[in-house]
Every structure is written in structure tokens, then in C-alpha cells.
Nanobody, 122 residues
Framework: QVQLVESGGGLVQAGGSLRLSCAASGRTFSMYAMAWFRQAPGKEREFVARVSASGTNVYYEESVQGRFTISRDNAKNTVYLQMNSLKTEDTAVYYC???????????????WGQGTQVTVSS
């Protein structure tokens, strides 16, 4: 059974930084791409960033490009999202996701974590 547990959320002032972590269990972590999504109040969940199973390929949503960095440590079964230069519009619940299929970047039906709240104040 796949379990994804996020941590690291909190309240930060605009311009500040946070690092989110997601610890995964239940499957061989190094075989699955990982991603971060977020959902702001009143809005649909949206893609933020993804990293390939090996960690060599990453992709970002345009609004976070250059500010956020996704990475993974396959030895620790953990994926990270380093968020710098945070803006009030980054306020959302952030969700970790694991691709359903091995070595595949399709996140149409991923496994989800429970989410962690990130609040950026002005």
C-alpha cells in the first residue's frame, strides 16, 4: 500500500523560503516519478513540478520556474520541494504525488499524500 506523508508546510512572509518533504513507502521508490501539486482555496488542484524516477529530469509549472526546485533522494525514499521567493499567490495546500506506473511521468491517476498547508503572508 502506497503511503505518502508530506511535511514542512507553514506560515512564511512573502519573499521567504520553505522546504517541503514527502516520505514515500509501499513501493520501490526509485522506480516512480514524483510530483508536487497544489490547491488554493476555491481553485482546482494544479501541477507544480515533477521529477523523473532517476531524478535526472525535472519540469516546472511556469509560475514557479526559477523559484522552486524539486529533488529526490532515492536512498531516503523522499522527494523535496524547495520554495524560494515565495509570493502570496503561492498560498495553497501542497500535495505530493507518485506516478501510478513505473518509469512513467503520467500523473492522471497518481497516488496522493494528505497535503500540507503553505501560507504566505504579505
Amino acid at each position: 500500500q502506497v503511503q505518502l506523508v508530506e511535511s514542512g508546510g507553514g506560515l512564511v512572509q512573502a519573499g521567504g523560503s520553505l522546504r517541503l518533504s514527502c516520505a514515500a513507502s509501499g513501493r520501490t521508490f526509485s522506480m516512480y516519478a514524483m510530483a508536487w501539486f497544489r490547491q488554493a482555496p476555491g481553485k482546482e488542484r494544479e501541477f507544480v513540478a515533477r521529477v523523473s524516477a532517476s531524478g535526472t529530469n525535472v519540469y516546472y509549472e511556469e509560475s514557479v520556474q526559477g523559484r522552486f526546485t524539486i529533488s529526490r533522494d532515492n536512498a531516503k525514499n523522499t522527494v523535496y520541494l524547495q520554495m524560494n521567493s515565495l509570493k502570496t499567490e503561492d498560498t495553497a495546500v501542497y500535495y505530493c504525488a507518485q506516478a501510478q506506473k513505473m518509469y512513467n511521468i503520467d500523473f492522471l491517476q497518481p497516488y496522493w499524500g494528505q497535503g500540507t498547508q503553505v501560507t504566505v503572508s504579505s
